[in-house]
């Protein structure tokens, strides 16, 4: 288990016993959420310089030309958001990361949840919107959105500020 901080990541085991004699890995990086990938390899991104890669527990830091926000998975891969809810792609082979989608939302995101069912992006800030593979905005409503998570293959629950409930995209 990983408890993400604003000063490095902190594992403990399924008995909750702290990993690493209780001291942080990646200490100074603010770690926002790790993604173990269908290979095996961790990833862990932060909020203000790039991003950790750990394949076969060897650590690889990426320097990145944009702030990475939250991290992902979708068909093709990893998939990484800035706070304008950009979408870039890793590309494996050269390992670099291509920005998917270069069209950002109106306001700093708070929020970025992807389907990777329907390769679509829910984004919230300000606004809530959703927005295809292209960028190309799909639905937008002034709301607070706290979460989103795929119920099944039409329903997605949604918990907003004062309502929960669930939603279709069609």
Known sequence: YWFCTQNGVFA???AGIPQNNGAAYFKGASISKVLKDREGSLWFSTTNNGIYF???QTTVFHKTTFQPFRITTSSKGVLLFDKQARAYQWNKSSGTFTMRNP???KS???QVFYDSLSDI???AGSNYEVRNNKGKLLTEQIVAVKDIVRIDDKYFAIAVSGFAGFMTLE
């Open 12 to 14: 403990y085991d399924e």
């Open 54 to 56: 750990v394949p076969n």
């Open 103 to 105: 069209y950002p939302v």
């Open 108 to 110: 700093v995101v708070h």
């Open 121 to 123: 992006q829910f984004t």
